[in-house]
């Protein structure tokens, strides 16, 4: 494997931790207004999160930094082409990281609900915004010869040579993303929590599932009919069919698991859906890392990666930070392991 | 940052001598800390986002060498500090006395650790190394060790923690004397001061030497021409007088009601009464800082705030041995009003640093002009920029109206709806 695919599948996979591990926490958000209806129940889900909804955001910025690192060019591109999406994203994490923290702060009412109101709907437009931003890079951006582009966010809904980042399919992916989050998020409520809280979430996860089947076997057959060279390595590369079996057989799991209220596998096989989905939108791009909506000017891991020797050095210290930060999260995650008690510290 | 260092002291003194005030105090000031870092984070997160979206044809010209910094800072610093944040404020019923200090030392080594990358990064766009060019004219490294240990970085960064524990510990010591002016919570406010004045002491020193006076030796060796300008030296001249007051007119090229030291500028710069100190003349106007009196005022600002911080604090480390400073309410004054002063200071030396760059982006290799985002159309950075103005000011007065609550509350306040259960 040449060391640009090595970074490829790095970032692939770190992008695929973040989506796992905020994903629950952006999906409790999603799920936060109407899964937890009294006082007690909203600090129960923020103390589930508390200590490690930031470490887990972290992965996105540690994702982005070593996408910046090893493939500066396509960096460049899509971060000034994705200009107005970005903004309104970071506006949202910022939205929800005050909603998280400051509403412990003072014991009122208004307050509280102010800030409960701000977590919520920002978790919910982020988990859209995530989808349809990984649509924009399966269905591809309108790309030329100088390697930028500049989406303005929606032109007609359609898929023409213009695109803009709203259209049916970039939605359509929105709203799965939502549902698979809000999914993952009720199955880490349920597994932290229980009593009639616990119970809600596990209700919200049930009447997401055959939503979540539904759109996902649209979602495949919307992004053959859209882009027919997603197959190619699929074709080529038999081990890519785990990919399907992979998801499916997680969801079939899911549909077992959570009406007999085994939180804990419930939780693994929504990751293990979310590792498929994600991994196997990867595999079929690779080595493709931006397609262009004119093939020629597609950015590829080639086109766009930094120099060979700095490649090499970031293995090094990539290693070292990567097992590092895998300690971190295996202890903080046991310290605050089991349901949650209320009582101790903040929310 | 500089909170992160004295949570620590205060943590230590605890766990050493196991007197529960050090634990109340650090605890009341991990409460800050951690409004503080809430702020930093949602602050944080549109600059990294910043070097695509706005400079990404800088991204893609220097992406090469600074992405390595700026992933380290990820991989190392962010995972560090937000994992064992999350376990000093939520988990000291949990964990034992030493691994809850474990938890606020890997805190603060966290937070150490990030301000090195991202001074690092700066430190490659004032003074590149380690780097060769590409075919296609973009920069790749070429020296891993050459980057990171940049003379330059290293420098800056020792300068710029130094104002980081200022900053913490004028914080501190203001709410100590606050406390002990109003007489209220006196014996933590005694702590806060005695710690406070110490550390303020130690680091207003180290400010301005070693750590200012070195980089000044490295804006005089490779950045002549922004020397030129924060002194307002429009004339090169032999034995050049330090201004020390004076109000640059560029119109005619020179200092309107100097206040100069004659000779003294040369002996800063190259340790010699009569060095020849050049001036803006010797350089050609297109490579001029844009706005000499701004870098100007920034730069004479924060030096002479340097140096009203060791007036400040000898004299109160001078009080407090003597064992008078709990009792000299107008040193108290003095030290609770400073509070906002570091926080100019860093300010005016960042402002010192970027505009005497200019008009460079990579210094000697990319221009300003040349980095910024073509295919963003200025309507809407404009846009955006208004935004974010209007959000960080929302944003700041929400902080301060938390940290103002919480130093009215008091360092043994329970107000937080978990804490009273779990006393």
Redesign the interface.
């Known amino acids: 494997m040449t060391l640009p695919s090595l970074w490829f599948w790095i970032v692939a996979v770190m992008v695929t931790v973040y989506v796992v591990l905020d994903g629950f926490d952006l999906g409790a958000g999603a799920i936060y207004l109407i899964a937890a209806k009294t006082n007690e129940e909203r600090?129960k889900v923020l103390?589930a999160i508390?200590?490690?909804w930031?470490?887990n955001?972290?992965w996105l910025?540690?994702?982005?930094?070593?996408l910046?690192?090893?493939f500066?060019?396509l960096?460049?591109?899509?971060?000034?082409?994705?200009?107005?999406p970005?903004?309104m994203v970071?506006?949202l994490?910022?939205f929800r990281?005050?909603g998280i923290?400051?509403r412990?702060?003072?014991?009122n009412l208004v307050w509280q609900e102010f800030f409960d109101v701000l977590f919520a709907v920002s978790s919910i437009l982020l988990c859209v915004f995530f989808g349809a931003a990984l649509a924009n890079v399966v269905r591809g951006v309108p790309l030329d010869a100088?390697?930028?582009?500049?989406e303005p966010l929606w032109t007609n809904f359609k898929l023409g040579p213009q695109t803009g980042i709203l259209d049916w399919y970039t939605v359509l992916i929105g709203v799965m993303a939502l549902v698979t989050l809000a999914a993952h998020g009720s199955h880490y409520v349920a597994l932290k929590t229980g009593e009639d809280l616990g119970r809600r979430a596990q209700g919200i996860a049930l009447l997401c599932w055959p939503l979540q089947f539904f759109l996902t076997c649209i979602s495949l057959v919307a992004t053959y009919f859209i882009r027919p060279e997603v197959m190619t390595n699929y074709a080529h590369h038999k081990v890519g069919l785990l990919v399907p079996i992979l998801v499916f057989a997680s969801l079939a799991v899911i549909l077992w698991a959570t009406p007999k209220g085994r939180e804990k596998v419930s939780f693994v096989a929504s990751s293990l859906y979310i590792t498929g989905m994600l991994v196997g939108a990867a595999f079929a791009l690779y080595p493709v890392v931006l397609p262009a909506r004119d093939h020629q000017y597609d950015l590829t891991i080639y086109n766009t990666s930094?120099?060979i020797?700095?490649l090499t050095?970031?293995l090094v210290?990539?290693a070292l930070?990567?097992v590092?930060?895998l300690g971190?999260?295996v202890?903080?995650y046991r310290?605050?392991r089991g349901k949650v008690q209320?009582?101790?510290?903040?929310? | 940052m500089g909170l992160a260092l004295l949570i620590v002291v205060l943590k230590t003194i605890g766990l050493r001598r196991n007197d529960p005030v050090y634990h109340q105090a650090a605890r009341f000031w991990g409460k800050i800390f951690g409004i503080n870092f809430v702020m930093g984070v949602v602050t944080g997160i549109p600059m990294e986002f910043q070097f695509g979206t706005n400079w990404s044809i800088f991204s893609r010209f220097a992406g090469g060498v600074i992405g390595q910094t700026l992933a380290m800072e990820g991989m190392f610093a962010f995972f560090l500090e937000s994992a064992f944040l999350g376990l000093f404020l939520y988990g000291e019923k949990r964990l034992s006395p030493k691994a809850h200090w474990l938890s606020a030392v890997a805190v603060f080594v966290g937070s150490w650790l990030s301000g090195y990358f991202i001074i690092a990064t700066d430190a490659f766009m004032q003074y590149p190394v380690g780097y060769s060019k590409a075919a296609d004219g973009s920069l790749q490294l070429a020296s891993f060790w050459d980057f990171v240990l940049n003379r330059w970085a290293l420098w800056q960064y020792a300068h710029n923690m130094c104002g980081a524990a200022i900053t913490g510990a004028f914080i501190m010591t203001a709410v100590g004397a606050f406390y002990l002016l109003s007489g209220q919570w006196t014996e933590h406010g005694r702590i806060f001061v005695k710690i406070g004045v110490i550390a303020g002491c130690v680091f207003s020193i180290l400010q301005i030497f070693p750590t200012g006076d070195r980089q000044g030796q490295l804006v005089t060796d490779h950045q002549p021409v922004t020397l030129a300008a924060m002194e307002g030296l429009f004339q090169g001249q032999t034995a050049a007088p330090l201004v020390l007051m004076g109000q640059p007119n560029d119109q005619q090229g020179k200092i309107d009601n100097p206040l100069e030291v004659p000779g003294m500028l040369s002996v800063l710069t190259y340790r010699r009464w009569s060095a020849h100190v050049r001036g803006l003349d010797a350089f050609p106007k297109q490579d001029w800082p844009g706005n000499i009196p701004l870098l100007y005022y920034s730069y004479h600002i924060m030096v002479g705030l340097g140096t009203f911080f060791i007036a400040v604090m000898v004299v109160a480390l001078l009080l407090l041995w003597l064992g008078k400073i709990f009792t000299a309410r107008w040193m108290l004054w003095i030290l609770m009003l400073s509070a906002p002063f570091p926080y100019i200071a860093n300010t005016a030396g960042w402002m010192t640093a970027e505009l005497g760059r200019q008009p460079w982006l990579v210094y000697g290799l990319m221009r300003t002009e040349d980095g910024y985002s073509k295919s963003v159309s200025a309507g809407n950075s404009m846009f955006t920029l208004l935004g974010f103005m209007g959000m960080y000011m929302v944003l700041g007065i929400l902080g301060l109206f938390l940290i103002r609550r919480e130093i009215e509350n008091g360092p043994l306040a329970l107000n937080l709806p978990g804490a009273t259960e779990a006393q």
């Open positions: 600090r103390r508390g200590p490690v930031d470490g955001e972290v910025l540690a994702a982005g930094g070593t910046y690192f090893a500066p060019q960096y460049a591109s899509s971060f000034s082409g994705f200009y107005l970005l903004m970071v506006w994490l910022m990281a005050i923290e400051f412990a702060h003072i014991e100088t390697g930028y582009f500049f930094a120099g020797h700095g050095v970031g210290w990539w930070g990567a590092l930060a971190y999260f202890f903080v310290m605050f209320l009582g101790e510290g903040h929310y």
